[in-house]
């Protein structure tokens, strides 16, 4: 019953926001001012990014890199264009996962609102602390727990993260990690690996966080682009292509991720965290060009 209003209360974000979306582009193609794009590239690309976005790797990287380095956007509606495109591939990743993949739903619920809570309430602390720090911080805790994922793997250590929820001490810890990681999101931080590698580490299957992660995603994304839409601060034509081609590619990634056993799905999610403690330290370390910030409502 409880995992019922979790769904309808996400299908009904997601067409306020479809519905604001469409509205939106409707009137901007009347008026005649929508913007030019090719869908022989834009579509592959979120195919692409949506595909990988679905394993944990995160879609907001890779898109801005394809936007910015193949001049595909202005460089000033970028942010706006990655939360209104992926909005609804999220919202299919969510409701797959929530459908397929089993979780106590005490721990899923209350993940998920202490991840909505961080990003609403944590904003204004995280935007004071030092982001290299954080970052850098966030890279060493996502390698030590790749480190011992891969060592379980192998053999060298007992492995863990077998348990489908929480309860007592470390479903406080859940809760109080999804807290940090919501508020984290909003300095550029994505939440997708950090969750996967906090769930493992206090002894949850891996499998389990993709229903956490992608269902908090996917009641903050939509809340944020609706913000864009209103300013008029994203590129509609490659918005609508990525959401198609990108749907598409959740699909598809979905039924790999279901279908994978538990121990070769544990290979993916090693990859995956150590792919982002990697940009973590990059992030961290690297010099920011002019005027360069991250982007605003950050989730993957």
Do not use: H
């Amino acid at each position: 019953m409880l995992l019922t209003i979790v769904k309808i209360a996400l299908i009904l974000v997601t067409l306020v926001f479809a519905a604001t979306f469409a509205a939106d582009y409707l009137k901007t193609l009347r008026a005649g001012k929508l913007e030019k794009a090719n869908p022989l590239v834009i579509g592959p690309l979120g195919f692409v990014v949506n595909f990988f976005d679905t394993l944990g790797i995160g879609s907001f990287a890779p898109t801005t890199a394809a936007l910015k380095n193949f001049k595909l956007s202005d460089d000033r509606t970028i942010p706006g264009t990655l939360n209104v495109a992926n909005a609804i591939p999220v919202f299919f990743q969510a409701i797959f996962f929530l459908t397929a993949v089993e979780v106590e739903i005490a721990t899923l619920m209350t993940m998920i609102a202490a991840g909505v809570l961080g990003s609403i309430l944590g904003a204004g602390i995280v935007a004071r602390m030092d982001v290299k720090k954080i970052r850098i911080g966030m890279g060493l805790a996502l390698f030590a727990v790749a480190f011992v994922m891969l060592a379980g793997q192998v053999n060298i250590m007992p492995s863990s993260g077998e348990a489908i929820g929480f309860g007592g001490v470390k479903l406080v810890l859940a809760i109080a990690g999804s807290f940090v990681l919501g508020a984290l999101m909003t300095i550029g931080i994505g939440f997708y690996a950090p969750c996967m590698a906090m769930v493992y580490a206090l002894g949850m299957s891996p499998r389990a966080a993709f229903p956490i992660m992608t269902a908090a995603c996917a009641f903050l994304q939509p809340a944020c682009s609706m913000k864009f839409i209103k300013e008029s601060a994203y590129n509609r034509r490659i918005s609508s292509i990525v959401t198609l081609f990108g749907s598409v590619g959740v699909l598809i990634a979905f039924f790999i991720v279901k279908s994978l056993p538990l121990r070769e799905l544990k290979w993916v999610v090693i990859v995956v965290v150590l792919y982002t403690s990697a940009v973590m330290f990059y992030s961290a370390f690297k010099k920011p060009k002019a005027g360069e910030e991250p982007p605003a409502c950050v989730t993957t």
